[in-house]
């Protein structure tokens, strides 16, 4: 990431502090959610009883850091294999689409993104983290999904 970059990131967590927010429900369950940018949709499947169907449920909000973090705990988490991506995507940023290009393309030499649309794609996971997560994880695009029922028929079908 460039200065000016980390600079405007820096002036955007003071201004506009947004909380970095994950929830836990069946630890056995293989399934997690992504719901990028839709917090209400974060909260509505976090107070649902689809909690006892998912492993998680989480926001994807940057196309680096954000995904570094994904990678990280899926692959030291045994269980989960499948990421249903939905909600809003990140206007400007586009991480839900960086993660699916990431799991199309993989990584280049410097960590970037192959095929990412977003600005800032590069990872400081290492090429083998990335080739472990891909081999592991199915990503399910639902990107523009925010029906709370139709999540759930998803997760219901997909559990089934």
Known sequence: MNIIGNIFGEVCKTIFPIPEE???????????????????????????????????????????????????????????????????????????????????????STGRIINSSSPDPVLNVSLNEVKKFRSKVRIINKIGVTDLREIINLVQSIKD
Do not use: Q, W
């Open 22 to 108: 994950i929830y836990f429900g069946n630890s056995k369950s293989s399934i997690s959610i992504c719901t990028l940018s839709s917090i209400h949709l974060l909260k509505d499947i976090s107070n649902s009883e689809l909690m006892n169907n998912i492993a998680l449920v989480g926001r994807l909000l940057s196309e680096n850091k954000g995904i570094d973090s994904i990678i990280h705990y899926v692959n030291s988490n045994p269980t989960v294999k499948i990421i249903l991506l939905c909600g809003k995507e990140v206007l400007g940023h586009k991480p839900g689409y960086s993660l699916l290009a990431l799991c199309k393309n993989g990584i280049d």
